[in-house]
């Protein structure tokens, strides 16, 4: 069972920036596909960006394209997100995800076997 942990949410201006981690327990094996979403008060939980632990390939949502860039680190089975020019809307809790088998391009949220227990960001305008 892989354990994954938030970290690096917090409290932003419009137009600021924030970088959000997932450390994970275990290292993902070259299977995994790593993913990023978000939800909202009231709302369903959306695709932010994803990261196919392999080879690096990314894949993004639409309100993240242009805004935000996946990482990983390898070596500390980290993966981060950077969030740049932040808008009030993008205000939500971020979860980190991880699906062992990697189908398809990590839009797919019933895809993810593991989750992490979100961190806040708010973005004040």
């Known amino acids: 069972q892989v354990q994954l942990v938030e970290s690096g949410g917090g409290s932003v201006q419009a137009g600021g920036s924030l970088r959000v981690s997932c450390a994970a327990s275990e290292r993902p094996s070259r299977s995994y596909m790593m993913g990023w979403f978000r939800q909202a008060p009231g709302k369903e939980r959306d695709f932010v960006a994803s990261i196919r632990w392999k080879d690096g390939h990314t894949y993004y949502g639409a309100s993240a394209k242009g805004r935000f860039t996946i990482s990983k680190d390898n070596a500390k089975n980290t993966m981060s997100l950077q969030l740049n020019s932040l808008k009030p809307e993008d205000t939500a809790v971020y979860f980190c995800?991880?699906?062992?088998?990697?189908?398809?391009?990590?839009?797919?949220?019933?895809?993810?076997?593991?989750w992490g227990q979100g961190t806040q960001v708010t973005v004040s305008s």
């Open positions: 995800a991880a699906d062992r088998e990697g189908y398809g391009l990590g839009f797919v949220e019933r895809h993810y076997d593991y």
